[in-house]
């Protein structure tokens, strides 16, 4: 038995359940059976209607530029096509933007990047709408365009007003600091790359009713758009999610767009549409990750301790808002990952350009805010020729008050730290230093292979950056034959929520899990919903689950007690059954007798997060409910003479809090490590000259594959209870292990300083291509000679 069940087992004792438990058991996914038999139903798995038409967007040839005119003649004498519509038919508000309103459903009159809807083409067939999408002919007078973050800033082309927080007094701090320097660094975006592209099916019902089944990670906000687009009330439009094939953020807003261009249509007709997007037509109307470019400058001691950091970070926002402000906010949040940072000054833009509108992506800018940091000490270690190990132990964050270096630059007390903890136990594990000297060796003996190794930390806010979205609601029912059914505000796309959720419930109710079964996430069942983004499915949902099954449970007990006059203190659930005063009963036995005394076998369930405040024009707060922790080892191995490398090994270990699902959980790390991986080092978004992306296809764009993992991959869990009254005490494992990989990085990057004897800063930029950690190469080369 490990110590993870250990712990779960006490906490079943004390809740009265003896051994029993059905939280923090590795159990399989809901839906893995229907996965493997092929099962699962997606959206564009329902059956469709009777009467189903299928649509196609048309999409802009320009970056940026007026439309004088648009002409559908030959896409109305096109095969199959039933209709066309363009903005002006729109019956409702022609706006998809989830904060500022500032996202057309389709262009009117103004194009802003290549690939922006224009209209939508309703034909019998998807093949044929997709075709006639391409007769258009539209007169366009070409606008001057603003295509990267660092052109936007130099225009002062921004979304939104630049952000800024400070703390201390960073110039004098700088000034008087011994040593520093100064430095620019582009970390470059990355395209969500779900396997299930954004697809709406909208199926109109009676008195102007709107039923959409749509793959999304928010069904509420959908709600919201397609009612708007519609002019309708919410109460009109049902939204329903059963599951997704990845969302990683991308489905979080941008699936309105196809949300209501397939509801507008079908309001049109009458007839059911479905708007499911060609993976190039996804790729080239979707945002994805911001890519940021930095300019920092830094002082520091002869120990490596930062005593001042500046940082201007310019994200590419793209046309329009988005979610750009709270990705940016959260990258200002996580500058110091998991240092103490005494006097800095830290200001974020957001971009305007002539491109996708970038949206959330896993991290949701915590990872672009941290990575700064962690180029920095890279930086600083090779320039006191210490091992950057070292230089961010000096830097952490303190352990409690007494060394008063436990409070963020927003204000927030780091109360729950666990990263000396955590980083020592994997320094030991993975047996760095011994590998550190054998690296040195064998670059020493090896002048074309060079070996690179790197241990980095991550601490990671859990809670959404708006305080009055960490709320969530729930509905269990108890069927008279002992069968439970749940349905909550979260959305599956794979990360497991159902299963976690279905587990709570379980475990309140004390019965098997094979009684519980969760529904689709559905508008009209829980109404006024959060995205599952940000981490806090599982937080969020859980508690609201538990909540409503603890309701029910309570009822059960009252009425178990006074049928069997005992008190209700008495009566416990475990195992299927129910005890109480010496008696054991059956669960399903119990729920027939108090149907038949009209005891209410249903409940709803509520949650809000707890002491959440965030001031956005300070930037000053307590934004998080508390921190996940990690950290990760990679070895890497790299040609300097064609820019090819392999990881050879990663050893990760991350804070889950008491895991509720242990299997589940070291998935989502493994899986959050290989796609952050595959950001910094293979993943390119490349747009040309005209603003066109180019790489809109698995055929130019990289995703890591099976061959791009570690033979010797280590995960496990670091034994932590979470020290907030979290769900069960665990903690969330969405979004943090994505920083891990920073680890691969820094171990690419230093196994390229070895070419100049790691006397040089490798100007190294992500994504870490060949082609990058060529140009790397050749830059330490010459300047280790010319020194």
């Known amino acids: 038995m490990n110590t993870q069940t250990e712990s779960f087992l006490q906490q079943g004792a004390e809740t009265g359940t003896g051994s029993w438990t059905e939280v923090g058991l590795p159990r399989p996914h809901e839906s893995a059976v229907l996965h493997v038999l092929g099962e699962a139903t ?266 001042a950091a500046r940082v201007e970070m310019v994200s590419r926002a793209g046309y329009s808002a988005d979610l750009s402000g709270p990705v940016a906010t959260r990258a200002v949040c996580h500058f110091d990952n998991a240092y103490y940072l005494s006097d800095v000054d830290i200001m974020a833009m957001c971009g305007k350009t002539n491109t996708q509108s970038n949206t959330a992506f896993r991290g949701f800018g915590g990872p672009q805010g941290a990575i700064a940091i962690e180029y920095v000490l890279d930086n600083i270690a090779r320039d006191l020729g210490t091992d950057a190990l070292d230089v961010r132990k000096a830097n952490f964050y303190g352990r409690d008050d007494a060394e008063g270096r436990n409070v963020t630059p927003y204000g927030q007390k780091v109360e729950d730290n666990v990263i000396h903890e955590l980083v020592a136990e994997l320094e030991a594990s993975s047996e760095y230093r011994r590998r550190r000297a054998q690296v040195q060796a064998y670059n020493a003996a090896s002048p074309v292979l060079k070996k690179g190794l790197a241990l980095t930390p991550v601490k990671f806010g859990i809670a959404f950056n708006v305080s009055h979205l960490n709320q969530a609601g729930a509905l269990v029912h108890v069927y008279v034959d002992g069968s439970v059914l749940v349905n909550h505000g979260g959305t599956e796309m794979g990360q497991g929520i159902n299963t976690k959720v279905a587990q709570v419930v379980a475990h309140e109710l ?70 109480a005063g010496g008696q054991t009963l059956e669960f399903p036995k119990v729920v027939q007798e108090a149907y038949l005394a009209r005891a209410q076998l249903w409940s709803d369930g509520f949650y809000a997060t707890p002491g959440l405040h965030w001031d956005a024009k300070t930037m000053t707060g307590h934004p998080f409910f508390y921190y996940a922790y990690g950290a990760a080892v990679s070895e890497v191995v790299v040609d300097t003479l064609t820019g090819e ?38 993943e390119e978004l490349w747009w040309n ?57 820094f171990a690419i990057r230093d196994a390229i300083a070895a070419v100049g004897g790691n006397r040089v800063d490798p100007p190294l930029q992500a994504p870490a291509t060949s082609e990058a950690i060529l140009d790397a190469v050749d830059a330490v080369r010459s300047r280790a000679a010319g020194a």
């Open 42 to 307: 997606y959206t564009d798995d329902i059956p469709e209607l009777q009467g189903t038409l299928h649509a196609a967007l048309g999409l802009s040839q320009r970056a940026h530029a007026r439309i004088r005119g648009i002409g559908f003649d030959a896409v109305r004498a096109s095969p199959g096509v039933v209709a066309v519509y363009a903005a002006a038919d729109i019956p409702g508000v022609n706006d998809c933007g989830p904060i500022i309103h500032d996202d057309p459903i389709f262009a009117d009159g103004l194009v802003q990047y290549v690939g922006q809807p224009m209209f939508i083409v309703v034909a019998d067939t998807h093949d044929n709408a997709r075709r006639a999408a391409r007769m258009a002919t539209i007169d366009y007078e070409d606008l001057p365009a603003i295509l990267t973050p660092q052109a936007a800033k130099q225009a002062q082309s921004f979304v939104l007003p630049p952000m800024r927080l400070a703390r201390g007094r960073f110039k004098d701090a700088f000034d008087a600091a011994p040593r520093k320097f100064k430095g620019e660094l582009y970390v470059g975006g990355q395209e969500q790359f779900y396997l299930e592209g954004q697809i709406s099916y909208a199926v109109p019902k009676e008195g102007q009713g709107m039923h959409v089944f749509c793959s999304t990670q928010h069904p509420s906000e959908m709600q919201h758009v397609v009612a708007h687009a519609l002019g309708l009330h919410s109460h009109n439009v049902v939204v329903e999610c059963r599951r997704m094939g990845g969302g990683f953020g991308g489905k979080e807003s941008q699936s309105a767009l196809w949300a209501a261009a397939a509801s507008i249509a079908a309001a049109r007709l009458k007839r059911p549409v479905k708007l499911r997007a060609d993976r190039d037509d996804d790729m080239l109307v979707t945002g994805k990750r911001h890519c940021f470019h930095y300019e920092y400058e830094i002082g520091y001691d002869d120990t490596g301790r930062i005593l």
């Open 689 to 745: 000259k005209q603003g066109k992306l180019m790489t809109h296809a698995p055929s130019t764009y990289k995703i890591p594959g099976v061959s791009d993992c570690p033979q010797d991959f280590r995960v496990r869990l670091f034994k932590n209870s979470n020290a907030s009254d979290s769900i069960h005490r665990s903690k969330a494992v969405g979004e943090p292990p994505l920083l891990l990989p920073f680890s691969v990085f």
């Open 645 to 682: 490398w392999k990881l050879l090994r990663a050893d990760a270990l991350y804070d889950a809090g008491n895991s509720l699902n242990p299997a589940i959980d070291i998935g989502q790390v493994e899986g959050g490590f290989i796609q952050g991986m595959g950001w910094l080092t293979t």
């Open 510 to 579: 004390g019965v098997d899990l094979s009684a519980v079964r969760v529904t689709a996430t559905d508008t009209s069942k829980v109404a006024n919903t959060s995205a599952t983004a940000a981490s806090t499915g599982a937080d969020l949902n859980g508690k609201a689950a538990q909540d409503a099954a603890r309701k029910v449970r309570d009822r059960l007990a009252a009425f178990v007690a006074q049928r069997h006059d005992v008190p209700v203190s008495s009566v416990t659930f475990a195992g299927g059954m129910v005890h």
